[in-house]
């Protein structure tokens, strides 16, 4: 296990409403990732954080927004779902040059 | 053009073949190379990762990187139908901490 836990695993959420996703991992890594992944467009990058307070957008950032207070805890908040938000969200954390992913939180936006 | 480009599949094959996946890539600045396999509804796992150019095997699983033709490959010998899942390339560079991913490629190992 690479010690990253996401929370929840699974939501349904109404089109509109906030959404947070939660990512805690234990390894101490600089780097925290959050992708989405999806058919035929494989992962891509929303965001990603490289220390305390320190983040940037990555491709598909549009409608979300991560904030990391603690060097665990990343957070990808989705301001007001929609439902092309639907998806499988992963956080992923990095050391050098080696990345790992954690479970995954199902999102679907009805 | 993508940076990296792999063949989607699906691929099927029956238990104990070789398999053989592939990806290519555009960025000659490309240092690092992974593997993952995900599993249905499951994260991707961190398979096989090499540096640079060369072969490295771990088990039934080979990963092998030839910089000059900007190709990848993952070997799986004696395939097992547990070996179904889709696979994953992805690489990296000196820059640090910028990941490029294929698609995918799904595999299924018939008994």
């Known amino acids: 296990d690479a010690g990253i836990t996401q929370s929840p695993r699974h939501k349904v959420t109404e089109t509109g409403t906030p959404v947070t996703l939660r990512c805690h991992q234990t390894e101490n890594h600089r780097y925290m990732y959050w992708y989405r992944q999806d058919p035929g467009h494989g992962l891509r990058l929303i965001h990603y954080s490289y220390g305390v307070k320190d983040t940037d957008k990555g491709e598909v950032s549009d409608g979300y927004s991560v904030s990391r207070s603690k060097t665990e805890d990343f957070l990808l908040t989705l301001e007001s779902a929609t439902s092309s938000q639907t998806s499988v969200y992963f956080c992923?954390?990095?050391?050098?040059?080696?990345?790992?992913f954690g479970e995954g939180s199902w999102l679907t936006v009805v | 053009q993508k940076e990296v480009e792999q063949d989607p599949g699906p691929l099927s094959v029956p238990e104990g073949a070789i398999v053989s996946l592939n990806c290519t890539y555009s960025?000659?600045?490309?240092?690092?190379f992974m593997w993952y396999r995900q599993y249905s509804r499951k994260g991707p796992e961190l398979l096989m990762y090499t540096y640079s150019s060369g072969n490295k095997e771990d088990g039934r699983f080979t990963a092998q990187v030839d910089k000059s033709s900007k190709y990848i490959s993952l070997f799986i010998r004696d395939s097992q139908p547990s070996d179904s899942a889709t696979y994953l390339c992805?690489?990296?560079?000196?820059?640090?901490?910028?990941?490029?991913f294929g698609t995918g490629t799904s595999l299924t190992v018939i008994p």
């Open positions: 992923a954390i990095s050391d050098t040059n080696t990345i790992y």
């Open positions: 992805a690489m990296s560079g000196n820059t640090g901490n910028q990941f490029y």
């Open positions: 960025n000659s600045a490309f240092q690092y």
